[in-house]
């Protein structure tokens, strides 16, 4: 009898720990590739500009006086290029009055270069990128879009857009990660680094190596 008790109590001890143990969620460690940029790429459309003036109005033309330049991002280090950002300004063609001087659009755009490369979208601004702060979490919930603007200046009538000293979003299938972008002269970029988290499904902070 004592025995039949004490395997009876041996089997309800091994039922309870192992629905314990079902019932404890998996977590899955963060596995972080930090890209971390001893030389940071820095690219710009325009070399210098020169003084338009027809007395009255005063331009600053680019020269070249329309450019063409490229970066491209390896996000997971497989050698391929995920996303392209994409750095231009050429001269307006007017299609209303604008004014006697030249007038120059300038712009910078990024985009995902596969169906599952794609970048997080700002609130209320579908054609334009989401900026983050150092620690925001970037996450599956946000909206993405495969092109988006990074800046836009120039033009007769257009919005300005400007690139921020802060970090971007990006989703490559299903991995989340971060570019951290600066502003330059020039209708120019800085990328200062990136990172991408190859646990799947899992967000990623703004800024996170580890």
Same mark, same amino acid.
């Given at each position: 009898m004592r025995n039949i008790l004490f395997l009876s109590g041996i089997i309800l001890l091994?039922?309870?720990?192992?629905?314990e143990a079902y019932d404890e969620p998996e977590t899955i460690p963060?596995?972080?590739?930090f890209s971390n940029l001893n030389a940071p790429i820095s690219k710009h459309t325009v070399r210098y500009y020169s003084i338009q003036d027809? /007395?009255? *109005?005063?331009?600053?033309?680019p020269n070249p006086g329309d450019s063409v330049t490229t970066i491209n991002l390896?996000?997971?280090?497989?050698?391929?290029a995920d996303f392209t950002i994409r750095l231009s300004h050429s001269y307006?063609?007017?299609?209303?009055?604008? /004014?006697? *001087?030249?007038?120059?659009?300038?712009?910078i755009n990024i985009r995902g270069n596969s169906s599952s490369d794609s970048i997080a979208v700002a609130p209320d601004e579908p054609w334009v990128a989401r900026y983050y702060g150092e620690t925001d979490t970037i996450s599956f919930d946000n909206d993405w879009g495969s092109e988006l603007i990074l800046s836009m200046k120039g033009g007769c009538v257009r919005p300005t857009f400007s690139i921020e000293d802060e970090y971007i979003g990006f989703k490559h299938n299903n991995l989340l990660g971060w570019i951290k972008l600066k502003p330059q002269e020039n209708n120019g970029i800085l990328v200062e680094n990136f990172a991408i988290n190859l646990s799947p499904n899992k967000t990623i902070r703004a800024g996170q190596i580890k």
């Open positions: 091994l039922f309870i720990s192992c629905d963060d596995a972080i590739i027809h /007395g009255v *109005c005063r331009a600053n033309i390896d996000v997971n280090n497989d050698s391929t307006w063609e007017p299609t209303q009055y604008c /004014g006697h *001087c030249s007038i120059y659009s300038y712009d």
